[in-house]
C-alpha cells in the first residue's frame, strides 16, 4: 500500500512539475495537462503496444510529440492572447477550449475503449512484506531519473536558467536580451512533455482511456493547490500528499469515495491555508 | 417600462446613457413577444423544436448565473455541480414523498443557494484560476458525491420515472394544468417564463447600486474593503444567486426529462455554461442568452455534425477567445475607445 | 484622548520581524507622518493599523476600542480609512462612479431595500451623487468626473484614490505614501490637499518618502528603521537627531531609491 503511494507520489510529481513549470512561467493554468497526459499515454499505446517499437523509443516519441502540441499551443494560442493583453478570464477559458479540444479529438481518433499495454518488465520484487511488481518499480525508477533531470536541467543549464528567469521576471528578462518568446514555447513544450511521459509511464500501470483527461487535470489541480501554485518544492508536496492519500484511500475505502474524501478534505485545507502549504500568502 | 426608468439607480444615469437603457427595454419587450407570441404560433406544430428552444432557455437561465459570479470578477466552474444538486433535490422529493414539482422548483433552488453559500464562504477567498481550479474540482465532487449516494441518490442507476409537474388549483380553479410528456408546450412556457423571470431578476441586480458593488469587487477587492464593504458578504451573495439558478434549472430538467444521473452534468456542463457566457460577451446581460440560443439551436439544426459537438465547443472557445474576446454581441456595440489598455 | 493608540505592535514573517515592539499615539486633528528608509516596515505599519494584517502581537486602539483583530471594512466602518500605495481605483468606472460607490457606508437601506429601489435606497443613491460631486470639485477633479477612471492622468489618480477614501467619512484618515512620484508643483498641489483634509476635521497619519512635504506638513513625526521606532518629535526636532540623520537623511540614495 506504501509502496504504491510511491509509485503514485513519483509519477504525480512529474505531472505537479509540468504543470508548475507551465504555470510558473506563463502565469497560464494549463486546464490541458490531464489531456496531454491522456496523448502520451495513447502514443505509448500505439507505438510500443500496437506496432512493437521499443518502450524507450516509444517515451521519447511522446517527448516529441507532447513538445510539439504544447510548442504549436503556446506559439499559435496563447501568445497571441498575451499580445491581445485582455482579462485574465479569457486565457483561462482559452486554455480550458484547449482542454476540450484535445479531448474530443482524442475521443474522435482513439475512441471510447480502455486500452491497456503488456508489461514492459516481468517479475516483482519482494520488499520486506510487500510484493512490488517490476514493472510499477521501473515505472517509478524512470519518474524519478525524470524529475532528478528536470531539477537538474532548470537549476544548472543555460536554457533552464532563462526559463527561471522568465518565472520570475518577463520584463527583465526581455531586457536581458533573452527572446522571450522561443523561451517560453520551449517551456510550455517541456511541461507539456513532462505530462505526456507521465502518461506513457502510469499507463503501463493503469491502462488510458479518452476519458481520464479530466480526472488527470483535476489530479494536478489538487497536488499544486495543497503544495502551492507556481512552486517547485510545493509541487512535489503535493503530489506525495496527494499520491499517499490516494494509495491508502483506495486500500482501506470503495472506489470514488476516497476521491470525495480528497475533494472535502482539500476544501477545508484551502479554508485555513488558501496559498497552500509552500505559497507565499498573496497581497 | 416607464417605471423602471424612475427606478434607475442614479449611479448609472446619465453614465450608463438613456440610450442604452432604453435599447435594453426595447430587446427585452421584443424578447418577450418573440418567447410568447412569435415562438408558440410559429412553431407550435413543431414538438421538437420546440424541445430544442425549451433546453436553450433553461440552460441559458443557468448560464445567468454564472454571468453573475463574472461581475464578481470570479470564473465559476461548478454551476454544474449546483444544477446536480438542485435537480437530485427535486427528484428525490418528487419520487419519495410525492411533493408537488411547483413546491420543489423553488425549494431545489434554495437549496442550492444554501449549499453554495457554505461552500462558497471559504472558497470565494480563492481568486483567478484558484477559484476556477477549485470550482472545477467541486462539480467532480459532487458528481462522486451523487454516484456514491447509496439509497438516497440511487448511484449510478439514477432517479428514473420523475413524474411531471401536476396541475395547480388556486381556490378551487385550474391555473396551470398538468404537464404531459408528449406535449413539450408547457415546458417551453415554463423555462421562457423562468428565462424572462430570470432576466429581468438580474438585470435590476445588475442596476442596482447592488450590481455597482459587485463589480467594485471584481475590479479591487482590496480598496472595496478598504471603503467599508463587507466583501465576503457580497461574494457570498452573488455565488448563492448563481447557485439558486443553478438550482431551479436543474430542476426544471428533471421535471422535463423525468430522470437523472451522476453524468448528467459533468464538468464538460460546467465548462459550457462558461462558453455560453464568453461566447455572447461577458459585459452584456443578454451575452449568456444569446450564446446559448445560438449554440443549441444551430447544433440541433446540424444534425450532421452532432457527434463532433464538444469538439466543435472547443475549437470555437478558442477561435472566441482568439478573435472575439468580448464576445458576439460586441461586434454590435463596439465601443469607440477602441483600444483597450492591457489589465484593464 | 488620542483618537489613535499604537500599543508595542509587532508583525513578524517566519524569522522575519517586520515591525518590532512599535507604540505610538495620535491626537485628534493632528496630521502624523511616519517616514523611514526603505524596508523600515512602514508600509507593514500601515497595514497593521488598517487591519488589513493581523499583528503577531501588540495591538491598535481606535477611539478608545480596540481594533485590532476585526476585519478590515469594520475597522473602515467606524471611521478608521486607508488609501493605497499604488493608484488603486476602480479602473472600469467613471470617477464619479467611483466617488458613488465609495459612499456604501452611508447606506441606510438593506440589501432589499437597494434591489427593490425603496425610497430609502433613493434618497440614499441621490445624496451620494451630491456628495460625491462635492468631493470630487473639492478634490479639483470635477472637470474630470465622467472619464473612465482607467484614462485619468496620473496625477488626478491619486486625488481620486483620496476621493474614494474620503466618501468613507473617515474620522483618521491614513495615506500611503500619497506624494510619491510627484514633481514640486505637484506636491505643493498634494500638500495644500491634505491640509484642508484636516481642515475638514479628519485627522491624518501618512506614510512617505518624500521628506520636504513631511517636514513642511506634519505635526508630529515618527522614524522607523529595521522595523524599530527610532524617533519621534516635531519636524524641527527630527531634523536634529543623530540616530535619524544616521539612518536616513545622511544617506540621500535612500530618498531616490524607492
Known amino acids: 500500500m506504501l509502496l504504491n503511494g510511491v509509485v503514485l507520489a513519483v509519477n504525480y510529481a512529474l505531472i505537479a512539475l509540468g504543470i508548475t ?29 500496437l506496432f512493437g517499437v521499443n518502450y524507450f523509443a516509444s517515451l521519447v516519441a511522446v517527448v516529441a510529440v507532447l ?5 504549436c499551443f503556446e506559439k499559435f494560442f496563447f501568445q497571441r492572447m498575451r499580445k491581445m493583453a485582455t482579462r485574465e478570464e479569457n486565457s483561462m477559458l482559452l486554455a480550458v477550449g484547449t482542454a476540450l479540444l484535445l479531448e474530443n479529438l482524442a475521443l ?58 522568465l518565472a520570475q521576471d518577463r520584463e527583465v528578462t526581455y531586457l536581458m536580451g533573452v527572446n522571450v518568446d522561443r523561451i517560453a514555447a520551449l517551456g510550455f513544450a517541456l511541461g507539456a512533455a513532462l505530462a505526456g511521459l507521465a502518461g506513457g509511464l502510469l499507463m503501463t500501470v493503469f491502462g488510458i482511456n479518452s476519458g481520464v483527461g479530466t480526472v488527470y487535470s483535476i489530479k494536478a489541480f489538487i497536488m499544486i493547490m495543497i503544495g502551492g501554485a507556481g512552486i517547485v518544492p510545493g509541487a512535489i508536496l503535493g503530489a506525495v500528499v496527494l499520491g499517499f492519500a490516494e494509495a491508502i484511500g483506495y486500500a482501506l475505502l470503495p472506489g470514488s469515495i476516497t476521491y470525495l474524501l480528497i475533494f472535502v478534505g482539500l476544501i477545508v485545507f484551502l479554508l485555513f491555508r488558501p496559498q497552500g502549504l509552500m505559497g507565499k500568502p498573496w497581497g | 417600462m416607464d417605471q423602471a426608468t424612475d427606478n434607475r439607480c442614479p449611479a448609472t444615469a446619465g453614465e450608463a446613457g438613456g440610450s442604452l437603457f432604453s435599447w435594453q427595454a426595447l430587446g427585452f419587450t421584443g424578447f418577450l413577444l418573440l418567447v410568447f407570441v412569435g415562438v408558440p404560433v410559429t412553431f407550435g406544430r413543431l414538438p421538437y423544436f420546440i424541445t430544442v428552444l425549451t433546453n436553450a432557455a433553461v440552460l441559458s437561465f443557468i448560464s445567468l448565473g454564472v454571468w453573475i459570479t463574472f461581475s464578481i470578477g470570479r470564473m465559476n466552474l461548478a454551476q454544474g455541480a449546483f444544477a446536480l444538486v438542485g435537480g437530485y433535490v427535486t427528484a428525490i422529493l418528487a419520487t419519495r414523498y410525492g411533493i408537488s414539482f411547483w413546491v420543489c422548483l423553488p425549494l431545489s433552488g434554495l437549496v442550492s443557494a444554501v449549499l453554495g453559500a457554505l461552500i462558497g464562504w471559504p472558497m470565494l477567498r480563492l481568486k483567478g484560476v484558484y477559484f476556477a481550479m477549485t470550482t472545477l474540482s467541486l462539480t467532480e465532487a459532487i458528481r462522486l458525491l451523487a454516484l456514491n449516494g447509496g439509497d438516497v441518490t440511487k448511484g449510478a442507476t439514477g432517479i428514473v420515472n420523475v413524474p411531471p409537474p401536476g396541475t395547480i388549483w388556486i381556490f378551487g380553479r385550474m391555473v396551470v394544468p398538468p404537464f404531459s410528456s408528449a406535449d413539450p408546450m408547457p415546458y417551453y412556457f415554463l423555462a421562457a417564463g423562468m428565462l424572462a423571470l430570470g432576466l429581468v431578476a438580474v438585470w435590476r441586480l445588475s ?77 452584456y446581460l443578454f451575452g449568456p442568452i444569446v ?23 472547443g475549437a470555437l472557445m478558442i477561435f472566441c477567445m482568439l478573435c472575439l474576446p468580448n464576445g458576439i454581441l460586441s461586434l454590435r456595440l463596439r465601443r469607440f475607445d477602441g483600444r483597450r489598455n492591457p489589465k484593464a | 484622548m488620542p483618537i489613535l493608540e499604537v500599543q508595542g505592535i509587532t508583525k513578524r514573517y517566519g524569522g522575519l520581524i517586520a515591525v518590532n515592539n512599535v507604540s505610538f499615539s495620535v491626537e485628534k486633528g ?98 451620494f451623487r451630491d456628495r460625491a460631486t462635492e468631493i470630487l470639485d473639492y478634490l479639483g477633479l470635477g472637470a474630470v468626473k465622467r472619464l473612465q477612471a482607467r484614462n485619468l492622468p496620473h496625477g488626478h489618480l491619486r486625488a481620486l484614490g483620496i476621493a474614494i477614501a474620503m466618501a468613507a467619512e473617515p474620522k483618521l484618515l491614513l495615506l500611503d505614501e500619497p506624494f510619491a512620484g510627484m514633481n514640486l508643483e505637484e506636491t505643493d498641489a498634494a500638500v495644500e490637499m491634505v491640509r484642508g483634509i484636516r481642515e475638514r476635521g479628519v485627522t491624518v497619519v501618512l506614510v512617505e518618502h518624500d521628506m520636504s512635504a513631511v517636514m513642511r506638513i506634519s505635526d508630529k513625526i515618527i522614524v522607523l528603521n529595521f522595523g524599530l521606532k527610532i524617533a519621534e518629535g516635531a519636524p524641527a526636532e527630527i531634523q536634529r537627531n543623530d540616530a535619524v540623520v544616521e539612518a536616513y537623511l545622511g544617506r540621500p540614495d535612500d530618498e531616490l531609491g524607492h
Not at chain 1, 510558473?24 to 507505438?47: C, D, E, R, T, W
Not at chain 1, 513538445?67 to 510548442?71: A, N, Q, R, T, Y
Open chain 2, 291 to 313: 450564446g446559448a440560443f445560438l449554440l443549441v439551436i444551430s447544433f440541433e439544426l446540424l444534425h450532421a455534425i452532432q457527434d463532433y459537438q464538444a469538439l466543435i465547443y
Open chain 3, 30 to 127: 493632528e496630521i502624523v507622518a511616519v517616514i523611514g528608509p526603505n524596508g523600515a516596515g512602514k508600509s507593514t505599519l500601515f497595514k497593521l493599523v488598517s487591519s488589513f494584517v493581523p499583528p503577531t502581537s501588540g495591538k491598535v486602539v481606535y477611539n478608545g476600542q480596540t481594533i485590532t483583530g476585526l476585519p478590515p471594512h469594520e475597522v473602515a466602518r467606524r471611521g478608521l480609512v486607508r488609501t493605497f500605495q499604488e493608484t488603486t481605483i476602480f479602473k472600469e468606472m467613471t470617477a464619479l462612479q467611483n466617488v458613488i460607490v465609495a459612499h456604501h457606508l452611508r447606506c441606510s437601506a438593506s440589501s432589499l431595500g437597494i434591489y427593490f429601489a425603496s425610497p430609502k435606497a433613493r434618497a440614499d443613491e441621490v445624496s
Open chain 1, 108 to 165: 474522435s481518433f482513439f475512441g471510447e475503449k480502455q486500452r491497456g499495454v503488456p508489461p514492459v518488465v516481468s517479475g516483482v520484487f519482494k520488499i520486506g512484506d510487500a510484493f512490488l511488481p517490476a514493472g510499477r518499480l521501473l515505472v517509478m525508477v524512470l519518474a524519478l531519473v525524470l524529475i532528478v533531470g528536470l531539477l537538474l536541467f532548470v537549476q544548472y543549464t543555460k536554457l533552464g536558467r532563462a526559463l527561471r528567469a
Open chain 1, 21 to 49: 513549470l507551465i504555470f510558473s512561467i506563463m502565469n497560464i493554468l494549463n486546464f490541458a495537462h490531464g489531456q496531454m497526459f491522456m496523448i502520451g499515454g495513447f502514443v505509448v499505446y500505439y507505438l510500443y503496444g
Open chain 2, 207 to 283: 442596476n442596482s447600486r447592488l450590481g455597482w458593488v459587485f463589480r467594485s469587487l471584481r475590479q479591487n477587492e482590496d480598496l472595496a474593503t478598504s471603503i467599508g464593504i463587507n466583501v465576503a458578504k457580497y461574494r457570498v451573495m452573488a455565488f448563492s444567486l448563481c447557485c439558486f439558478m443553478a438550482g431551479t434549472g436543474g430542476a426544471f430538467f428533471v421535471a422535463f426529462q423525468q430522470n437523472i444521473y451522476p453524468s448528467t452534468y459533468t464538468v464538460a456542463d460546467s465548462v459550457n455554461f462558461l462558453l455560453y457566457c464568453f461566447l455572447g460577451g461577458l459585459d
Open chain 1, 67 to 71: 513538445g510539439v502540441i504544447g510548442w
